[in-house]
């Protein structure tokens, strides 16, 4: 299997930045899709971006322009960088491993962005 433990969350005001770090260690396949979701209170999962092995990123709109996702491969760690951050930013935040064997999710971190 495959364990995620993420980082990084906290209390930040609008405009600000925050980074998020999810670490993965366990049975890492070559081939795997890593991404962040996230939670907001009352609301659906919904995913934000996700990393191919290749390097492809693909943005939710909500997020495209201010969240940069990277890959340390290396380190089987994934990072999301969060500028101009909004109070409607504000969640919990899953990091998630997806390969042929394994669909792997995080304890989730909390984003709060205060107005």
């Known amino acids: 299997q495959v364990h995620l433990v993420e980082s990084g969350g906290g209390l930040v005001q609008a405009g600000g930045s925050l980074r998020l770090s999810c670490a993965a260690s366990?049975?890492?396949?070559?081939?795997?899709?890593m991404g962040w979701y996230r939670q907001a209170p009352g609301k659906q999962r919904e995913l934000i971006v996700n990393?191919?092995?290749?390097?492809?990123?693909n943005y939710a709109d909500s997020v495209k322009g201010r969240f940069t996702i990277s890959k340390d491969n290396a380190k089987n760690t994934v990072y999301l960088q969060m500028n101009s951050l909004k109070p409607e930013d504000t969640a919990v935040y899953y990091c998630?491993?997806?390969?042929?064997?394994?669909?792997?999710w995080g304890q989730g971190t909390q984003v709060t962005v205060s107005s």
């Open positions: 998630n491993y997806r390969s042929a064997l394994w669909n792997s």
């Open positions: 366990g049975s890492i396949s070559r081939l795997n899709t």
């Open positions: 990393i191919l092995s290749s390097g492809s990123a």
